[in-house]
């Protein structure tokens, strides 16, 4: 895992930028999410700030990491233990929020192999029934380390409903009701592409334009006010290739702000 340490007060907070060294990223223990609640700290002279701006009573101090990308597993486990996962997939973020998932992550099949049996010792020690996604940082010496968990279906994952023949959602039902499993085959390689807020400005998104591409899939959320950083919704692609899936979404989203 990625070296941590817990601390209350700024005395702590200092002790542990002695012991993990700098830079570090402080983050609260509770409820933080898409870059909300962590700040970095890259010298000793703004600890005492950045303890202040978080304004809680426990925090989580984490070393830095240079890490080469970012990977989910998306998985889950029965009551009678079974467990099944989607493999790696691979991430990329824009100002800490995710943007763009694409399945199968394009990694070795070494760490791709290592990924899955983390994330299932997770699970079991863990006594998880449900859906979990283990999110790790890969190094540039290829070494996994684990920097979240997330017990619910995860937005890595909502490729899952277009790509693949059991999808999270479902997966979860299942699971939590001692139902088999569902396969987790995956129908073809895909790419999904988040929809933030941020496409509603200065105007509507242009809805037609993508819908002419037939290997787009939109899902939208159902929210009432569109806010920048807010997803909003996704689109996920299909293709005979991760990388081609990747661009065919990348464009797509694109064409939104098209008139």
């Not at 486990?77 to 996962?85: E, I, K, N, Y």
């Amino acid at each position: 895992m990625t070296p941590f340490l817990a601390v209350e007060n700024v005395w702590q907070l200092l002790d542990g930028l002695k012991e993990l060294g700098l830079p570090a990223v402080l983050k609260t223990a509770d409820w933080g999410y898409d870059g909300k609640g962590q700040t970095v700290i890259r010298s000793i002279d703004e600890a005492s700030a950045a303890w202040t701006k978080l304004g809680v009573a426990d925090a989580i101090l984490e070393k830095l990491i240079d890490f080469d990308c970012e990977v989910s597993v998306v998985a889950a486990r029965s009551l009678g233990g079974d467990f099944a996962s989607y493999g790696p997939i691979g991430n990329s973020h824009r100002q800490h929020i995710l943007d763009v998932s694409v399945c199968p992550a394009r990694v070795t099949a070494s760490i791709a192999r290592e990924a899955v049996e983390i994330t299932r010792n997770v699970l079991q020690k863990l006594d998880v029934i449900g859906v979990l996604c283990v999110e790790f940082f890969v190094t540039k010496e290829g070494q996994l380390l684990i920097n979240e968990t997330a017990p619910r279906p995860h937005n890595s994952g909502h490729l899952t409903i277009d790509a693949h023949v059991t999808c999270q959602f479902e997966q979860q039902v299942r699971a939590i009701c001692g139902l088999p499993l569902g396969s987790t085959e995956q129908r073809s390689p895909s790419a999904m592409a988040n929809l933030l807020g941020d496409l509603w400005e200065p105007c509507k998104p242009n809805w037609s334009r993508l819908m002419q591409n037939p290997q787009v899939k939109l899902h939208l959320y159902g929210k009432r006010e569109p806010r920048r950083g807010r997803k909003m919704g996704h689109i996920t692609t299909l293709a005979e290739d991760p990388a081609d899936a990747e661009r065919i979404a990348r464009e797509a989203r694109s064409s939104l702000s098209l008139r």
